[in-house]
Nanobody, 123 residues
């Protein structure tokens, strides 16, 4: 089973950028759909973006379309989330997740989780 470790979170001003990384261990990384989800204080965890193992286009939550980009490097067992034009409402703990379902969206559709990394966007 794959294990996930996120990095790259931090504090940034509104309008700024951050890139999150998620390093995966395990030889079956390329078989997983890799995604990013986030959870703001007092709210439920929500889908942000994902990239299916089988190819096809990455897909995004409407709230981040045009600002965030997910990518993966199967040779490095790493998935990235480039976040541009950040807004205070993007403040949350961001989780990397892996799933075997095709195009998962709901948190329950992901099977493996990282520990999370805090992203804070100041106004």
């Amino acid at each position: 089973q794959v294990q996930l470790v996120e990095s790259g979170g931090g504090l940034v001003q509104g309008g700024g950028s951050l890139r999150l990384s998620c390093a995966a261990s395990g030889r079956t990384f390329s078989r997983y759909t890799m995604g990013w989800l986030r959870q703001a204080a007092g709210t439920e965890r929500e889908f942000v973006a994902a990239n299916s193992w089988g190819g096809g286009s990455p897909y995004y939550a409407d709230s981040v379309k045009g600002r965030f980009t997910i990518s993966r490097d199967n040779a490095k067992n790493t998935v990235y989330l480039q976040m541009n034009s950040l807004k205070p409402e993007d403040t949350a703990v961001y989780y990397c997740a892996a799933g075997t379902k095709f195009r998962p969206v709901h948190p329950t559709e992901f099977d493996v989780w990282g520990q999370g990394t805090q992203v804070t966007v100041s106004s």
